[in-house]
């Protein structure tokens, strides 16, 4: 299948217009015509190769939406005509004990990523979304609501599912206490999520600027963080806090914030490991946990949740010869919330 697209074909390149060839359809494949392809910031430390050595010519792009347009003989979850999205990874062993549960980003032999890996066979090597077409086994991809705006679903497939997970693990809802550690393209999607569930929902930023966009998404509460003294009057007050920052912080003041059984989730991937106070952690039997993208039931429940509460994530919408601009505009912040790729533009 032909198909048009952007590729990094070196690290720290800039991306450009690249063809390539998707496979066939087999049994159990899907093909569909990407509509929107979302930019997320682990695209472009991938693409710099900044998390360590990576494949190149490289197609990002792991936040993938668009309409069926072929299913192989043995497809019976999707028909032409569907919206499908596929998200982070598309294959796992199928086999362990995560996997059979339905946590396939947590599969014991490695989840097959989107892009910059190979896939099962050890030998393809796995191209991502930003380009104009793509083939999937119908398993690894999910249904998207007729109701849903597709340029606003397409960071649900990272951004959105990385959010809702630990929310439901941690049971957030009516009578809880919900804490989002910065409003980014990750942040955003946890205070309309938190809300949406029923919390009542705190935001944690350096920028006052955002405090409008954040009450309007959902939050009853912002605090803006550059002055030390303001976590003094919210110890012991909130059940769960979610850490989106990657940049690196004074986690032991987020913990103090934490009630007994408390717990704080690190989503963002800060460049260096954190200190972390035993006392803190000891004092009220507070956690300190990671969360990583959902499964694929998780992800079709929180499609699903969207299509219910009208939850989208807020969007700026680009050209393909804008991608390189979006990533300088991305690691500078300047985005609200989250590019999306017009494939129509490849």
């Given at each position: 299948m032909e198909?048009?697209?952007?590729?990094?074909?070196?690290?720290n390149?800039?991306?450009?217009?690249?063809?390539?060839?998707?496979?066939e359809?087999?049994?159990?494949?899907?093909a569909?015509?990407?509509?929107?392809?979302?930019?997320?910031?682990?695209?472009i430390?991938q693409a710099?190769?900044?998390w360590?050595?990576?494949?190149f010519?490289?197609?990002?792009?792991h936040?993938?939406?668009?309409?069926?347009?072929?299913?192989g003989?043995?497809v019976?979850k999707f028909?032409?005509?569907?919206q499908?999205?596929?998200?982070v990874?598309?294959?796992?062993c199928?086999?362990?004990?995560?996997?059979?549960?339905?946590?396939?980003?947590?599969?014991?032999?490695g989840?097959t990523?989107?892009?910059?890996?190979?896939?099962?066979?050890?030998?393809?090597?796995?191209?991502?979304?930003y380009s104009n077409?793509?083939?999937?086994?119908q398993?690894y991809?999910?249904?998207?609501?007729?109701?849903?705006?597709?340029?606003g679903v397409?960071?649900l497939?990272?951004?959105?599912?990385?959010?809702?997970s630990?929310?439901?693990?941690w049971k957030?809802?009516?009578?809880?206490k919900v804490?989002?550690?910065?409003?980014?393209?990750?942040g955003?999607?946890?205070?309309?999520?938190?809300?949406?569930?029923?919390a009542?929902?705190?935001?944690f930023?350096?920028?006052a600027?955002?405090?409008?966009?954040?009450?309007?998404?959902?939050a009853?509460?912002?605090?803006v963080?550059k002055?030390?003294?303001v976590?003094e009057?919210?110890?012991?007050?909130?059940d769960l806090?979610?850490?989106?920052?990657?940049a690196k912080l004074?986690?032991?003041l987020?913990?103090?914030?934490?009630?007994?059984?408390?717990t704080?989730v690190v989503?963002?991937l800060?460049?260096?490991p954190y200190e972390v106070?035993?006392f803190?952690?000891?004092?009220?039997?507070r956690?300190?946990a990671?969360?990583?993208?959902?499964?694929?039931p998780?992800?079709?429940e929180?499609?699903?949740?969207c299509?219910?509460k009208?939850i989208?994530?807020?969007?700026?919408?680009?050209?393909?010869?804008?991608?390189?601009?979006?990533?300088?505009?991305t690691?500078?912040?300047?985005?609200?919330?989250?590019?999306?790729i017009?494939?129509?533009?490849?």
């Open positions: 198909t048009r697209g952007y590729a990094a074909l070196a690290a390149t800039p991306l450009q217009p690249f063809a390539f060839e998707r496979r359809l087999r049994a159990g494949d899907i569909f015509d990407i509509k929107f392809s979302g930019i997320c910031h682990s695209d430390h710099r190769e900044e360590g050595s990576a494949i010519p490289m197609v990002p792009g936040e993938i939406v668009g309409v069926v347009t072929a299913v003989s043995a019976t028909a032409i005509g569907d499908v999205g596929v998200g990874f598309i294959d796992s199928r086999t362990c004990e995560n996997c059979l549960a339905g946590q396939q980003q947590y599969c014991l032999d989840m990523g989107t892009y910059n890996g190979y896939e099962r066979d050890g030998v393809t090597v796995a191209l991502g979304g077409k793509y083939v999937i086994d398993d991809a999910v249904l998207v609501p007729a109701n849903l705006e597709l340029s397409a960071p497939l990272c951004a959105g599912i990385t959010l809702y630990p929310l439901r693990h957030a809802g009516p009578g809880t804490a989002v550690i910065g409003l980014g393209g990750l955003h999607m946890g205070v309309k999520f938190a809300a949406a569930m029923g009542e929902v705190t935001v930023s350096h920028s600027s955002k405090e409008a966009d954040a009450k309007r998404m959902g009853e509460h912002f605090v963080t002055d030390p003294a976590f009057g919210l110890k012991e007050s909130f806090i979610l850490n989106t920052v990657s004074e986690i032991n987020y913990l103090g914030l934490l009630k007994l059984n408390g704080l989503i963002g800060p460049g260096e106070s035993a803190n952690l000891l004092r009220l039997r956690s300190l990671g969360s990583m993208i959902g499964g694929l998780e992800l079709q929180m499609l699903n949740f299509s219910e009208n989208l994530s807020d969007v700026e919408i680009i050209k393909a010869d804008y991608i390189n601009e979006a990533y300088e505009r690691v500078a912040s300047d985005v609200k919330y989250r590019f999306v017009d494939a129509s533009t490849f």
